[in-house]
């Protein structure tokens, strides 16, 4: 299990799929990313109030449920695997989430939905070393998850490099042992 580090829900904890369906992001590593990135939006005269989520490579929901709890409006899971599925709907009905504050979907995060309209904060907590950012950036940029104001948080392992063309979005790096959290903002 893992919990909320802060906001309404902080303390509650959340249910995590099997080790062999995820990798969840640690309550350090999610406090340290949490503190950053209300930072950086602090910054740009942005609160979470201000933004929809997108938590991609859901998981448990750590991230979205995370930025739910501090105001976020709505936050939309994807996630392929049924298991993680399965999680996080227990975990919305845990923490009593509103059916209008939560969507959770089974996506193929290489070929997602097309959006509605840009989100404001897309979390993207990918399996380590797996070639998945890429596609899955583009995927979401190309069906219109993402625009010029997208704030972008990814969560690599300290062996991935990410494609040249982040190298100017980038506004905030750091590195928890084996763990890199950037925060790309337009």
Known sequence: ????????????????PPSKITRPTTDRVRESMFNLLESYMASQGISFEDVTVLDVFAGS??????????????VTFFDPAPPALKILQHNAAHLQCERSQVKIQRVDTTKPPKARQAIGLIF???????????????ALLKKGWVNDTTILVFETSDQEELP???????????????????????
Request: charged share 25%; proline share 6%.
């Open 124 to 138: 993207m907590d990918p399996p380590y070393s797996k070639g998945f950012l890429r596609p899955t950036y583009e």
């Open 164 to 186: 040249p063309f982040f190298d100017d979005k980038i506004k905030i790096q750091r590195t928890y042992g084996s763990t890199i959290v950037r925060i790309l903002g337009g």
């Open 1 to 16: 299990m893992i919990r909320i580090i802060a906001g309404t829900l902080r303390g509650r904890k959340l249910e995590v």
């Open 61 to 74: 929901g750590a991230l979205g449920f995370e930025a739910l709890s501090r105001g976020a409006q709505q």
